[in-house]
């Protein structure tokens, strides 16, 4: 049964930071693609930033370049989110996804498995 389990999420105020977290089980961790996507109220879920299995790439969306990165410990079978500079923009609910054998992509439904997010919240 794959897993896919997130945390870290919170409250910060603007210009704060945080780490998420997303631990996979189940799965053979190192032949997947790994990314970070995050959906507001009343939006659709975006992509935020990937991954391939052995980090030679990474993509993020135009907003987050500069402020978020992303990384992957393979022998944890965790990736992992750092978010730094955080706007109120940033709040959503955060999913991590698995994409086998993918090339760190944005494209949402190339990802098979999906964790159960983690919120995070911005306040101004």
């Known amino acids: 049964q794959v897993q896919l389990v997130e945390s870290g999420g919170g409250l910060v105020q603007a210009g704060g930071s945080l780490r998420l977290s997303c631990a996979a089980s189940g799965v053979t961790f190192s032949h997947y693609a790994m990314g970070w996507f995050r959906q507001a109220p009343g939006s659709e879920r975006e992509f935020v930033a990937s991954?391939?299995?052995?980090?030679?790439?990474?993509t993020y969306i135009d907003s987050v370049k500069g402020r978020f990165a992303i990384s992957r410990d393979n022998n944890k079978n965790t990736v992992y989110l750092q978010m730094d500079s955080l706007k109120p923009e940033d709040t959503a609910v955060y999913y991590c996804a698995a994409d086998r054998f993918g090339p760190a992509q944005s494209i949402r439904s190339a990802y098979e498995y999906w964790g159960q997010g983690t919120q995070v919240t911005v306040s101004s």
């Open positions: 991954i391939r299995w052995n980090s030679d790439t990474t």
